[in-house]
């Protein structure tokens, strides 16, 4: 643990709050390594989530440094996960998070986004327990916000949840206990930890179904994939599922925002492509969903959740060039589009962690000052040197003053077993989960936020 509290020494020095002063709602109040205030400001207690980290949670006063454990630890390899022994914390989430600048805001105040991505929460057939650990477990970094799969296509029902199914060309949305109620209670448990969440309602990859079931479905086997950003039928299918997830929420301050796919590109799992795909295609469709999104909930952002290319067709490099169908900067000037996002993993793109890494967080951040819109960094990783990398790249973001980040992905050990580890998967007890509490800390500190 040594090495990874050097590393932190990389990132802005954190103020410190003397014994003096209390610590504010969600702050951290204890922890290995932790050398800041203890006592929660009237209102809260001060609670024990895993040995890195205690938090003040609203529940009864507290006007000492106590420690109230509501949790106890169990090891299965992977690291140290928090499991409940108690009923879900009821933390206070209400209003909806708005954009100034380039900052998200909630009541006219800064609201720091860092957090986790958990695509599988809701997708697992997990029961409360386990999405209550899960939840606790990233609340505990001190995150805010959680990225998630608001989908799953199926043409037939396996048990597994999912939120629509197909018979030949007809969809159903998948209203019941296995569906958009299964969502519901993600929604609940993730306020009860103080989460906020951002959901992806379609998938340019198979994975969870996605965009291939629609033009699949409908057109035929095999039809180009980016028929999905043109083909009236389907974009008018695509409409209805989006219509119906979205209207279940309109007034559920639970939601951060909404995302219109996730890694949209001309290209998917498959080779079926038309051959006009261009970046006009989806930033056309971009602007039409996202107005279309407008329409039914005002209430809520909206994103696109693409990777964050940019269109330089000279450029040598090919996430810069715009060949994928994303125009980062182009999108950004969409009137319904609240914020950007962009993603990072130089490993799968062929680049090396750095200096591409901090180039590629340097060049967003900068298109996030030209566009005045937040900008987050909403997936990333590497599966090597990982707390070196992040470091780096976290100290990145806290200079240039991107908006925020959240990593892809959060782990934790339940009752059967890990959650999906893709190789990147943070675990509580890792050496990332300690890097990342402090970095969410940092985060909040340079904003501003509680």
Not at 182 to 209: C, E, M, P, Q
Not at 428 to 433: K, L, N, Q, R, T
Request: include cysteine.
């Amino acid at each position: 643990m040594a090495r990874v509290f050097g590393l932190l020494a990389l990132l802005p020095v954190i103020a410190k709050l003397t014994t003096a002063q209390s610590v504010p709602e969600y702050g951290q109040c204890g922890g290995i390594g932790f050398t800041g205030g203890t006592t929660c400001a009237a209102g809260n207690t001060c609670v024990l989530l895993n040995p890195y980290y205690s938090q003040c949670l609203p529940g009864a006063s507290s006007a000492s440094s106590s420690v109230s454990s509501v949790s106890a630890t169990s090891t299965t390899g992977t690291g140290t996960s928090t499991t409940s022994t108690s009923s879900s914390p009821t933390a206070t989430v209400s209003g909806f998070v708005k954009t100034s600048g380039t900052q998200f805001v909630l009541d006219n105040k800064p609201f720091t986004v860092v957090g986790a991505n958990s695509y599988w929460v809701g997708l697992m057939n997990y029961d409360t327990t386990d999405m209550n650990t899960a939840f606790s477990d990233i609340a505990a970094t001190g995150a805010t916000t959680v990225r998630t799969w608001g989908f799953n296509e199926v043409t037939t029902p396996d048990g597994v949840a999912y939120y629509q199914s197909w018979s030949g060309s007809t969809p159903t949305v998948n209203t019941g206990a296995n569906g958009l109620e299964n969502f519901d209670t993600v929604v609940s448990i993730a306020k009860a930890h103080g989460l906020r969440l951002i959901v992806t309602l379609t998938n340019n990859w198979s994975d969870y179904g996605g965009m291939d079931v629609y033009v699949n479905q409908l057109l035929g086997q095999g039809s180009p994939h980016d028929y999905f950003y043109t083909n009236a039928t389907v974009i008018a299918a695509y409409k209805n599922y989006v219509k119906t997830f979205v209207s279940r929420y309109v007034n559920e301050p639970g939601i951060l925002g909404w995302e219109l796919a996730n890694e949209p590109r001309c290209l998917g799992s498959t080779s079926a492509t038309s051959g006009t795909c261009t970046v006009s295609t989806i930033s056309t469709w971009a602007a039409e969903l996202s107005a279309f999104i407008k329409s039914i909930d005002s209430n809520h952002l909206v994103a696109i959740g693409d990777e964050g290319f940019f269109n330089d067709p000279g450029n040598p490099v090919y996430v810069y060039q715009g060949s994928a169908g994303i125009d980062f900067a182009a999108n950004l000037n969409i009137s319904t589009l609240d914020f950007g996002t962009f993603h990072l993993y130089p490993d799968s793109w062929g680049e090396s962690d750095n200096p591409f890494g901090t180039q590629w967080i340097e060049d967003h951040a900068t298109s996030m000052l030209a566009s005045n819109k937040p900008v987050i960094m909403e997936e990333f990783g590497t599966t090597s040197n990982q707390s070196d990398v992040y470091a780096t790249w976290y100290s990145t973001i806290l200079s240039t003053g991107l908006t925020g980040d959240l990593i892809w992905q959060a782990g934790s050990d339940l009752t059967n077993g890990p959650t999906p580890n893709d190789g990147y998967a943070v675990y509580p007890g890792s050496d990332v989960y300690v890097l990342d509490t402090q970095h969410a800390a940092a985060l909040k500190a340079r904003d501003g936020s509680a």
